[in-house]
């Protein structure tokens, strides 16, 4: 039997955050998940590089099936997505989709604020390609955005030390950054799919009145819509409720972690670059 299941892509275990949110709100479809965990953190890698890798996942999808493929992963979003949308997707197969997290998340962020100011939690890559600031202005021109890097976070969470005391020290210094460079800030978005992860950590060092946000949900909701936009893709999409895993790490290390992000039992296989 031939299946089309919804491709979900992120560097490592960030983006089985946005997988639930997404099979709790569509549990109908089929879904394939790969973590490039052998190559994580995408955070810090230039521009080439994250192409590069984000590119050959996206190629490996497609020959699993996939007609559509979402990258859970805000950096490979900022610094892949486009070209591929238009550079490489024409030759890849036309009809077939790759749709990203910040757009969606850019679309609804400024609802979420009181005051107008908001801060932008994302790793270095995310940061400095400013894609959020160049999305929100599109649908938010007037909110004032405080932006911050936190290239410590994501291996944190890859690590297991999320709960830890290092997690600590790393959290609170980029909060307090952010409410140095903007006292206002009342809504802190969460720009990168490993951070819900922190939460602990985050509820810990925030200002009272501030709402944190995470994209699940966001991503969740919006894939929901553009479904119901386009018959024409979620017809070809299979429907048996099936969930796959791959991870280019190590197998024993992603089912156990996987199991704990996505909060039900992940049995991975094994996914090598050749
Ligand atoms: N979850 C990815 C993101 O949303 C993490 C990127 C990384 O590997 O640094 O940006």
């Given at each position: 039997m031939t299946t089309a299941p919804i491709g979900v892509f992120d560097s490592g275990y960030g983006g089985l955050t946005v997988l639930k949110e997404i099979t709790r709100t569509l549990p109908e479809y089929d879904y394939l998940y790969l973590g490039d965990n052998a190559r994580a953190p995408y955070g810090t890698r230039d521009y080439d590089t994250v192409y590069k890798y984000t590119l050959e996942a996206v190629k490996w999808f497609f020959n699993q099936g996939c007609e559509l493929v979402i990258l859970a992963c805000n950096t490979a979003s900022a610094k892949a997505l486009r070209t591929i949308q238009q550079?490489?997707?024409?030759?890849?197969?036309?009809?077939?989709?790759?749709?990203?997290?910040?757009?969606?998340?850019?679309?609804?962020?400024?609802?979420?604020?009181?005051?107008?100011?908001?801060?932008?939690?994302?790793?270095?890559?995310?940061?400095?390609?400013?894609?959020?600031?160049?999305?929100?202005?599109?649908?938010?021109?007037?909110?004032?955005?405080?932006?911050?890097?936190?290239?410590?976070?994501?291996?944190?969470?890859?690590?297991?030390?999320?709960?830890?005391?290092?997690?600590?020290?790393?959290?609170?210094?980029?909060?307090?950054?952010?409410?140095?460079?903007?006292?206002?800030?009342?809504?802190?978005?969460?720009?990168?799919?490993?951070?819900?992860?922190?939460?602990?950590?985050?509820?810990?060092?925030?200002?009272?009145?501030?709402?944190?946000?995470?994209?699940?949900?966001?991503?969740?909701?919006?894939?929901?819509?553009?479904?119901?936009?386009?018959?024409?893709?979620?017809q070809k999409l299979s429907k048996n409720g099936k969930r796959e895993f791959y991870t280019t790490g190590d197998v024993a290390h992603f089912d156990t972690r996987a199991s704990l992000f996505y909060g039900e039992n992940v049995a991975a296989f094994p996914l090598q670059w050749t």
């Amino acid at each position: 039997m031939t299946t089309a299941p919804i491709g979900v892509f992120d560097s490592g275990y960030g983006g089985l955050t946005v997988l639930k949110e997404i099979t709790r709100t569509l549990p109908e479809y089929d879904y394939l998940y790969l973590g490039d965990n052998a190559r994580a953190p995408y955070g810090t890698r230039d521009y080439d590089t994250v192409y590069k890798y984000t590119l050959e996942a996206v190629k490996w999808f497609f020959n699993q099936g996939c007609e559509l493929v979402i990258l859970a992963c805000n950096t490979a979003s900022a610094k892949a997505l486009r070209t591929i949308q238009q550079n490489d997707l024409p030759a890849l197969g036309a009809d077939k989709r790759v749709l990203g997290v910040i757009r969606p998340t850019a679309e609804v962020i400024g609802q979420f604020t009181k005051t107008g100011h908001i801060g932008i939690l994302g790793t270095p890559g995310t940061i400095q390609s400013n894609s959020y600031q160049i999305e929100i202005r599109k649908f938010f021109p007037h909110l004032i955005i405080i932006q911050e890097a936190c290239p410590m976070w994501v291996p944190l969470v890859e690590n297991l030390e999320q709960d830890g005391e290092g997690a600590d020290y790393f959290v609170k210094k980029h909060l307090d950054h952010i409410y140095q460079s903007g006292p206002k800030t009342d809504c802190l978005l969460l720009a990168c799919t490993h951070y819900p992860l922190l939460l602990n950590k985050i509820n810990r060092y925030i200002h009272e009145g501030t709402r944190v946000i995470t994209q699940g949900n966001i991503v969740a909701e919006s894939l929901a819509e553009y479904l119901k936009r386009h018959p024409e893709m979620a017809q070809k999409l299979s429907k048996n409720g099936k969930r796959e895993f791959y991870t280019t790490g190590d197998v024993a290390h992603f089912d156990t972690r996987a199991s704990l992000f996505y909060g039900e039992n992940v049995a991975a296989f094994p996914l090598q670059w050749t």
